[in-house]
């Protein structure tokens, strides 16, 4: 088991997408820590020749017609966007 | 039967009034409107409520259908076309949910008129429903107190007569525990029961939709309407559907229930205890079988649950960048920054912390020691219920080690409040069905009266029997007549 203490609440904040307050990434390091050191205890458990569970009810290659239906109008689609036109969300630029 | 009286009554009472023609359905949804005006103000339950809409629906109701004409609650979670659906999220503050999701378009194709959008945590992640971006709701028993969580308004107005049943979501315990803290019923059916199609995701393979009802039988009722397979939720179950009310009545005698000597840890409350052996005696009394067993990995249950369920959150949680819905901040420079300021400004500290917590159990290097680990001992915790049921036909235990919290009490404290799910996290993570059911009452420090949750599981697909135990039990106490002094 990992040492818990190697949480960086910065650098995972990061990854995540999410800005953290100095406030925040303070609390966090610490609520955060506790939760992990109480998580280390899976460490003790024997889960030799387990097979991890994804879900707790094995299903696979689940199946359906492919065939086109009513859903969305664009117009629909578009209802909740923060910004859109034409017909299109915007987005944020993301090439020079 | 005076309008004031309707809102009291349960489900399957006010069935045979709107079909006899004793009352309309426009007069039931005049009255619960009264009834909520009345208790709204005291308790917060509510996010939003659309009284007319209701009542051109009510206008319409079809009272030959099974649930004609019942205004139910809706937890904020789940999509009812072209009303809000904001999970309690400054996120989603603005968010009209573009189609129904399956279980309401069973619901309304039921009859039932989903009425009002309940509290909750932001995003179902809570005990307490003290992390709702919107407000704190009280709980009608003592209003110094919580309701229990994430499903609290969902439990508090059925508890409080402002709703006759509501819908909520159960990823930990989300509808178990509020269920136990108001003193009412609530039901988590086994993975897969209920279509997940149009329920906001928190952690796919844990989460299910199901009823909060006043009743058993209500409780058999909302399940008749809400389950089975659906094409758009390739996790459901392909399995036929039973008439969950078929077993309502049948004696209980024979019936094996196993009380896993891991559930009675000295962390329960006094009260609590009590309530739960009374119940164990009172089960025997009916004729039902009991003896202690052993689910060896259920300390374990806790740990592996804040791992799977915050790595499940943190991906699932992804998809509000602010592009397509949701909030979206302004003026920044690049899009990490569009990202990294849109999510910090939609999302509570509650949410952020597991988002972090998931992210981290998910990066290179931890990986395997908490991701792959977890869903290593889940197995371990499934095998446990597995050996158990061929033992045994149902387990029985508290479903919360204490009655409700103080308001603010365990705030500061996350893994307190996580610890708080011992006795129901188990049941997500094997996939059982299990339910809550009142069991008593502990007197508080200030001589409020706090109910105590008896909790029912059965293994997967299992609900009518466990529906048929608990009713049994119901019906031989009047703990469900109780109603808090409102």
Same mark, same amino acid.
Request: aromatic share 8%; with cysteine; glycine share 8%.
């Given at each position: $088991?990992?040492?818990?203490?190697?949480?960086?609440?910065?650098?995972?904040?990061?990854?995540?997408?999410?800005?953290?307050?100095?406030?925040?990434?303070?609390?966090?390091?610490?609520?955060?820590?506790?939760?992990?050191?109480?998580?280390?205890? @899976?460490?003790?458990?024997?889960?030799?020749?387990?097979?991890?569970?994804?879900?707790?009810?094995?299903?696979?290659?689940?199946?359906?017609?492919?065939?086109?239906?009513?859903?969305?109008?664009?117009?629909?689609?578009?209802?909740?966007?923060?910004?859109?036109?034409?017909?299109?969300?915007?987005?944020?630029?993301?090439?020079? | $039967?005076?309008?004031?009286?309707?809102?009291?009554?349960?489900?399957?009472?006010?069935?045979?009034? #709107?079909?006899?023609?004793?009352?309309?359905?426009?007069?039931?949804?005049?009255?619960?409107?009264?009834?909520?005006?009345?208790?709204?103000?005291?308790?917060?339950?509510?996010?939003?409520?659309?009284?007319?809409?209701?009542?051109?629906?009510?206008?319409?109701?079809?009272?030959?259908?099974?649930?004609?004409?019942?205004?139910?609650?809706?937890?904020?979670?789940?999509?009812?076309?072209?009303?809000?659906?904001?999970?309690?999220?400054?996120?989603?503050?603005?968010?009209?949910?573009?189609?129904?999701?399956? @279980?309401?378009?069973? @619901?309304?194709?039921? &009859?039932?008129?989903? #009425?009002?959008?309940?509290? $909750?945590?932001?995003?179902?992640?809570?005990?307490?429903?003290?992390?709702?971006?919107?407000?704190?709701?009280?709980?009608?028993?003592?209003?110094?107190?919580?309701?229990?969580?994430?499903?609290?308004?969902?439990? %508090?107005?059925?508890?409080?007569?402002?709703?006759?049943?509501?819908?909520?979501?159960?990823?930990?315990?989300?509808?178990?525990?509020?269920?136990?803290?108001?003193?009412?019923?609530?039901?988590?059916?086994?993975?897969?029961?209920?279509?997940?199609?149009?329920?906001?995701?928190?952690?796919?393979?844990?989460?299910?939709?199901?009823?909060?009802?006043?009743?058993?039988?209500?409780?058999?009722?909302?399940?008749?309407?809400?389950?089975?397979?659906?094409?758009?939720?390739?996790?459901?179950?392909?399995?036929?559907?039973?008439?969950?009310?078929?077993?309502?009545?049948?004696?209980?005698?024979?019936?094996?229930?196993?009380?896993?000597?891991?559930?009675?840890?000295?962390?329960?409350?006094?009260?609590?205890?009590?309530?739960?052996?009374?119940?164990?005696?009172?089960?025997?009394?009916?004729?039902?079988?009991?003896?202690?067993?052993?689910?060896?990995?259920?300390?374990?249950?806790?740990?592996?649950?804040?791992?799977?369920?915050?790595?499940?959150?943190?991906?699932? #949680?992804?998809?509000?960048?602010?592009?397509?819905?949701?909030?979206?901040?302004?003026?920044?420079?690049?899009?990490?920054?569009?990202?990294?300021?849109?999510?910090?400004?939609?999302?509570?500290?509650?949410?952020?912390?597991?988002?972090?917590?998931?992210?981290?159990?998910?990066?290179? &290097?931890?990986?395997?020691?908490?991701?792959?680990?977890?869903?290593?001992?889940?197995?371990?915790?499934?095998?446990?219920?597995?050996?158990?049921?061929?033992?045994?036909?149902?387990?029985?235990?508290?479903?919360?080690?204490?009655?409700?919290?103080?308001? &603010?009490?365990?705030?500061?404290?996350?893994?307190?409040?996580?610890?708080?799910?011992?006795?129901?996290?188990?049941?997500?993570?094997? &996939?059982?069905?299990?339910?809550?059911?009142?069991?008593?009452?502990?007197?508080?420090?200030?001589?409020?009266?706090?109910?105590?949750?008896?909790?029912? #599981?059965?293994?997967?697909?299992?609900?009518?029997?466990?529906?048929?135990? %608990?009713?049994?039990?119901?019906?031989?106490?009047?703990?469900?007549?109780?109603?808090?002094?409102?």
């Amino acid at each position: $088991m990992a040492e818990t203490t190697d949480l960086d609440v910065a650098y995972v904040a990061r990854l995540a997408r999410l800005q953290v307050s100095d406030d925040e990434r303070r609390t966090f390091q610490a609520q955060l820590g506790d939760v992990l050191r109480y998580a280390a205890k @899976l460490a003790e458990v024997n889960v030799q020749d387990v097979e991890a569970a994804a879900h707790a009810v094995p299903m696979f290659n689940v199946f359906r017609e492919d065939r086109p239906r009513d859903w969305f109008t664009a117009d629909e689609a578009l209802q909740n966007a923060p910004r859109s036109a034409n017909d299109l969300f915007i987005v944020t630029k993301v090439v020079e | $039967m005076t309008a004031a009286e309707l809102p009291a009554l349960t489900i399957s009472e006010l069935q045979p009034l #709107l079909r006899g023609g004793a009352v309309s359905p426009g007069e039931v949804v005049d009255a619960l409107q009264s009834r909520i005006s009345e208790i709204e103000p005291q308790i917060d339950a509510y996010i939003a409520l659309d009284f007319e809409a209701a009542k051109h629906e009510a206008n319409a109701a079809d009272l030959s259908l099974p649930l004609g004409g019942i205004p139910i609650a809706v937890k904020d979670i789940i999509s009812v076309a072209g009303q809000r659906c904001t999970c309690a999220s400054r996120s989603l503050s603005n968010y009209i949910a573009p189609y129904d999701a399956t @279980l309401i378009r069973k @619901l309304k194709a039921a &009859g039932a008129i989903p #009425l009002g959008r309940t509290n $909750m945590d932001e995003f179902a992640m809570g005990s307490s429903t003290e992390n709702s971006s919107v407000k704190i709701t009280l709980n009608p028993w003592d209003k110094s107190r919580v309701p229990g969580g994430s499903s609290g308004g969902s439990a %508090a107005a059925v508890a409080a007569g402002a709703a006759f049943g509501a819908l909520g979501t159960d990823t930990g315990g989300s509808i178990r525990q509020p269920a136990a803290f108001c003193g009412i019923v609530g039901l988590k059916p086994s993975y897969g029961r209920v279509s997940r199609f149009g329920v906001v995701a928190f952690a796919s393979s844990l989460d299910q939709a199901g009823p909060l009802t006043k009743t058993t039988r209500d409780a058999a009722l909302l399940m008749n309407a809400i389950a089975g397979v659906d094409p758009q939720d390739s996790t459901s179950l392909p399995e036929p559907v039973p008439d969950y009310t078929q077993l309502l009545g049948r004696e209980i005698r024979g019936i094996r229930i196993g009380l896993p000597k891991e559930y009675t840890t000295d962390g329960i409350d006094p009260q609590v205890k009590a309530a739960v052996d009374a119940a164990v005696t009172q089960l025997q009394a009916l004729g039902a079988e009991i003896s202690e067993l052993s689910l060896p990995h259920t300390e374990y249950a806790v740990a592996v649950y804040y791992v799977l369920a915050t790595a499940e959150a943190s991906a699932n #949680l992804a998809r509000f960048d602010g592009v397509r819905y949701g909030h979206r901040t302004e003026g920044v420079a690049n899009l990490v920054e569009h990202y990294e300021r849109t999510r910090a400004e939609g999302f509570g500290a509650e949410v952020k912390r597991r988002i972090i917590l998931g992210t981290y159990v998910l990066s290179s &290097g931890y990986y395997d020691a908490f991701y792959l680990r977890a869903q290593k001992v889940r197995e371990l915790i499934r095998r446990d219920f597995v050996e158990a049921f061929k033992k045994v036909d149902l387990l029985i235990s508290p479903t919360s080690p204490v009655p409700a919290f103080k308001i &603010g009490e365990r705030t500061a404290d996350p893994l307190q409040m996580y610890l708080a799910d011992i006795f129901t996290i188990a049941a997500n993570l094997a &996939g059982i069905c299990a339910i809550s059911l009142p069991c008593g009452f502990a007197t508080s420090e200030s001589g409020t009266q706090l109910p105590v949750g008896l909790q029912l #599981l059965a293994s997967s697909l299992d609900e009518a029997r466990l529906l048929q135990v %608990a009713h049994a039990f119901e019906q031989s106490t009047d703990w469900h007549q109780r109603r808090p002094p409102l």
